[in-house]
């Protein structure tokens, strides 16, 4: 891969249950979609596609799909989170492997890790695979967060290129692009407006709204890069809704919900997460109508 | 006050200590530089004015001083803190006589609230008091927020016009200015990127910055409403800078370290606050000569 | 005051609202109530007398009639809390000059605290003053802790010789009599349970379920002093039960719906504070119901 | 296993790094030691074991060994800790399968669950084994507490026997011990005082401070049953200082520090996890010191 840049859905992971085997044409069939909806790349394995809920063997599964269905027409950056270096370290060489061409890399820490502790599982993992890497920090859902020097010290690792942060925190993106532009692209989350941090230099949207609203994300992101700011905030307010549902109701849930909406026979979040209840469901395919997302 | 607009700094509370006296002299000389700088309102009281450090006789000096100083040359907007409600409506209406022109109105509960709780406390407060009202929200430092339907059923009281969101995110904002924004001006915080703000929708920023640096801001806030895209993004790039800082340390404490670099004897925060160490204090005197402004 | 013991009831505030004007009356008699019952202190201006709801003014007349109430038979232990230290002091000297035989000295910090400036105001304020001192904590509304070192610290200052902790954490208190048990005395909070606290070493318990069951939880302190372990138990498990909800509810709104349902006219807690909804209701008259803390 | 009692120690995964190979010897070793101190079960893979930094052919290792090691002289209790029902399902499976006696059955969710779901998940468990089942809660670690409707709930499934919950709040185990006393146990975690978790009906002490002093933490026990209480809290005070210092520091780095200290080869905290520095390893050799526990 030269450089990630533009959109890049997180996708869901479609299991059966209680079996736990993923549905691999399901899989397939939503990539095509996606692919065809013009998305820069795919994202496997991050909180939307619940990988906290993925045994070791299942998560290789979807990375092998995804890897196969894209089949090198756009760059497949599979989530990578453990507690333990090793276990990231073995995860990692494993998609690499398969085909990933980067990751993005989570620490999810059970006891409170320093700063250095961290920044040594970042540094770590970043010697022992040779792709680029993708730092993801989420302070809400992962209970920690890089400051800004251990995320300077981070950018100086020539494999560490980008930043997904996942808080709300658009200043943070701002004191990125200012301190270590040159060597550490950003990335929009669903928690941030990503016109927003367009503006501030981000370099792409990698996140679950994508996977329900491929080639608006798109239409979103080319607006920008040719400067119809007009038409950029009008198409940016009109989407923000999906945000603001997936924000108020778990992710997983959200999107899997929606895929299903659209056609996608991608089942139910993980138990024991539950499906969405119905006032959230007719709210989902509301947002989805509106924005003509819903098939005829 | 037809409408509240622009860069309105949050004002430092400058007292002699132990005896509590306001240096009066102190903050009319200060308020004097401001509007020099190009102002467009003043707030005292806010969090930069250490409203929770200060007795009702203080509170009460400061909002006078800050009146008699200002003499009807740009609106003044103190904070009314409280976590009772008969307590906020004395306070505004103490202000309010005094030649107050809008009020902050601040919600600092002791006990957890529910939605409907912390809407009647800004509900009854407005309906107490004849000005318009600016709603204050700051999760992190508050410990509660009010979620998206209470603001919108608060923005459909005549009086409350303004909401000031001292979070980080930004998203809400957009959310905000999406949903009501006919009803509900949403000013910028120190925490947010104020241009971003302004790209949303934001019609101002009140701040501690702005103490600071307030021609700088004024101009940051004529950048953006004259179009003048790049002038404005390196500005916010410089100014960028003193954000990070108030955020690293204790706010008042570095407003009025800053201010006494500049020259104004608006002393020490106040107790047991201290006054920031000798290597915060190099960080912004370094960051206030890289922006110039320090005095010759 | 020699030293403080036993059961010390924290006190409601009765006020009337709007207007603000604390019910005397009301007020005279609850303390003659808990007297009559064999507490051992009184201690308005805790969390359950709503301390942050009242003005200056307002917690001036509670402190002078409970004093006045009380006339010498029990020591009068008034909550002190502020977030500045100058503020503190003013209020303690006015409730010793007003008769309080000790405080409570409670620190409500805005901003966040080091550890040094933590202890500053506890010392500072227990230099301004001549009376015992109980320092206070409660992680959980407060939003800090003071570490064991601090606590430590403190201890060392002849007139600080008491901490309330109001966390749940009992191991806490195991540490501070371990450590500093000779010069500093701890009492239950509603938290723990006070049986429990006994049994380390606590001296007594200063929370508001004695405001409900005074004479029941003398007993639990006596049968405790007398050894009689099974009665106490017995008991312990029956008074559980107010702990219980006083945790699941709002403190003061809590100990108010029990007093009035006994037959006091406290009122409501202070606005935007709501009374207790119908099911809370039920459940606090049914608890008072099988302790026989209903009138007939 | 008739009933779980006593003093389960949790012990640390002993791994070479960075093969990740469980020393099996160390381990061995270390079980042979505490059933000499008198222990009355072992429970690998708690948080002292470091499961989340262990992959499931790590954890299944860990297993294999204890269960070989303890050779049915005490039962032996491996937590079972997952994300997702289909997870914890096939753990439990095959630890049972191995010899497990009983699981403790932990939820570490990534996402945030309702009460219902968080109840389903160890529901769904319980019917899919045939073992008892201790429910282990600890709000500081894993960010959600059931409440005690939801544990009462859970008290009604036949297998569900116990409770371990790692919280400081001692008032839980009172009223869990108080309204369902009959069918679910409650055992201390090292962030309570165990000899009062034993006071209100508490059944034993599954915690890391066991490993390191198993002879001393059965002579606790075995004093409280014996009503010799004297005895027992002059223990209970020299053993204090171990959990003050597990609970300031990282407990598997405490845990594993002291085990070396002794002369168990258990190696190092799991990477990213650093060692502790050499204060902290000096607070602990003094520790063990002034209780004998270090090897002559």
Redesign the interface.
């Known amino acids: 891969v030269s450089r990630l840049r533009g959109i890049v859905p997180y996708l869901v992971s479609p299991v059966d249950?209680?079996s736990?085997a993923v549905r691999e044409r399901v899989l397939a069939d939503l990539i095509e979609h996606l692919i065809a909806g013009g998305v820069h790349g795919l994202s496997p394995l991050g909180?939307t596609g619940?990988?906290?809920?993925?045994?070791?063997a299942q998560r290789r599964d979807v990375v092998r799909v995804v890897v196969e269905a894209a089949n090198g027409r756009v760059p497949v950056v599979p989530g990578v989170a453990?507690?333990?270096?090793?276990?990231a370290?073995?995860q990692a060489r494993e998609y690499v492997a398969l085909g990933a061409d980067a990751i993005v890399l989570i620490?999810?820490?059970?006891?409170?890790?320093?700063a250095?502790?961290?920044a040594?599982?970042f540094e770590?993992v970043a010697a022992a695979v040779d792709c680029p890497i993708v730092v993801y920090t989420n302070p809400p859902?992962l209970?920690y967060d890089l400051d800004?020097d251990t995320v300077e010290r981070l950018s100086r690792v020539p494999t560490i290129r980008y930043l997904k942060d996942a808080?709300?925190?658009?200043?943070?993106l701002?004191?990125v692009t200012?301190r270590m532009g040159g060597r550490l692209d950003v990335f929009s989350a669903s928690?941030?407006?990503p016109l927003?941090v367009f503006?501030?230099g981000g370099v792409g949207w990698m996140a679950g709204p994508a996977c329900v609203a491929p080639a608006e994300c798109v239409a979103l992101y080319d607006h920008f890069r040719a400067g119809r700011r007009e038409e950029a905030w009008a198409l940016?307010?009109r989407l923000?809704r999906l945000?603001?549902l997936f924000?108020r109701y778990?992710?997983?849930?959200c999107v899997k919900c929606a895929l299903e909406l659209q056609g996608f026979a991608v089942g139910d979040p993980?138990?024991?997460?539950?499906p969405l209840g119905e006032a959230a469901r007719g709210e989902i395919r509301a947002a989805l109508a509106a924005l003509h997302l819903l098939p005829a």
């Open positions: 249950q209680p736990g909180s619940e990988f906290a809920s993925l045994t070791a453990a507690a333990a270096t090793h276990d370290i073995g620490l999810q820490p059970y006891f409170r890790l320093s250095a502790e961290a040594a599982y770590e859902l209970g800004l808080s709300p925190n658009t200043g943070r701002l004191s200012t928690a941030h407006v927003l503006e501030l940016q307010r923000w945000n603001e924000q778990t992710l997983a849930a993980i138990r024991p997460q539950a």
